[in-house]
């Protein structure tokens, strides 16, 4: 069977972007140049790998789909700077990688999330990421304060990378056609946050906590951390944050200077 005919598996949330109109689009926002290393999540049917190997990159591409690993060997088995891996890119082990390398993908949207986190956490090794989400989903990304689409996503990548809405990508570019509309966001990697959270485990507790009750002031929903009411009574001198403001209205900074604040001064009452 050609790879061109193979139907999409909707359990692995295949759309496959055929489209050489927003393929270009999409090497000319993450600016691939041949001097850079470049992975691809999920190339598919290839149509983006060859638009990308077509810059002279380095490209690493990882495919989950077995039946298109063969297929996808052998159409770039002469390009000796392109390496196929069948691998998941939520189990990938990125830490491997030498270098600084540029993500590129069209991310099926069920496991859009929990891959951008991933890349985050592993922040170290990329420069850009360039990616296609849910509409939705890249609008939250880059949300600012104070509306209802900012919450845990944005302050989570906002802490480690600058977002940029590129442009959009109607429904109907894709096979099969998706539900929604897409849009591509590229993702700049901070080389230092603007304010460094201590302590990064703590700093994704408190968000999670603080947008885990939206409706709910900041000293309710931080209850969940069982912090002692004497330590939630001095987050405002300590901070200048008010405990009566909603998560939305924090910026990411004051999400840090508050995860730093708990973090010091509950090591100093438990050390």
């Keep these: 069977m050609s790879i061109e005919n193979l139907y999409p598996k909707k359990s692995l949330g ?12 999409i090497v000319d926002a993450a600016q691939v140049g041949p001097r850079d290393q470049v992975i691809e999540i999920g190339p598919g049917l290839g149509h983006l790998t060859r638009a990308l190997a077509d810059t002279g990159c380095k490209l690493l591409i990882l495919e989950l789909d077995d039946r298109l690993i063969p297929r996808l060997h052998d159409e770039f088995a002469s390009r000796p700077m392109i390496q196929v ?6 189990e990938y082990d990125y830490s491997g990688l030498s270098g600084t390398w540029k993500v590129v993908a069209n991310l099926p949207y069920y496991i859009s999330t ?3 986190q991933k890349l985050v956490a592993q922040r170290g090794r990329f420069t850009t990421l360039t990616l296609m989400l849910q509409k939705e989903v890249a609008e939250r ?4 304060p104070g509306g ?5 996503l944005s302050v ?16 109907g570019a894709f096979t099969p056609r998706p539900k929604v509309d897409s849009t591509v966001l590229t ?6 946050p603007e304010t460094v959270a201590i302590d990064e485990a703590l700093f994704l507790r408190v968000i999670k906590a603080a947008f885990s009750q939206r409706r709910k002031t900041l000293r309710n ?7 002692p009411g004497e330590l939630m009574g001095a987050v405002k001198e300590g901070t200048g944050i008010d405990l009566g403001r909603r998560a939305e209205t924090l910026s990411v900074p004051e999400f840090c200077r508050l995860a730093n604040f708990f973090s010091s001064k509950h090591n100093k009452t438990t050390g």
Excluded at 148 to 152: H, I, L, S, V
Excluded at 156 to 171: D, I, K, N
Excluded at 222 to 227: R, T
């Design 14 to 25: 295949q759309n496959f972007l055929k489209d050489p109109h927003y393929l270009g689009k």
């Design 85 to 90: 891996v069948h691998a998941d890119a939520l």
């Design 114 to 116: 929990a891959i951008i």
């Design 141 to 144: 990304i880059a949300a600012d």
């Design 148 to 152: 209802k689409e900012y919450g845990f």
């Design 156 to 171: 989570l990548v906002q802490y480690a990378a600058v977002p940029r809405l590129e442009f959009s990508v109607p429904a």
């Design 187 to 192: 993702l700049t990697m901070r080389e230092r």
């Design 221 to 227: 929903s931080l209850g969940q951390l069982g912090y």
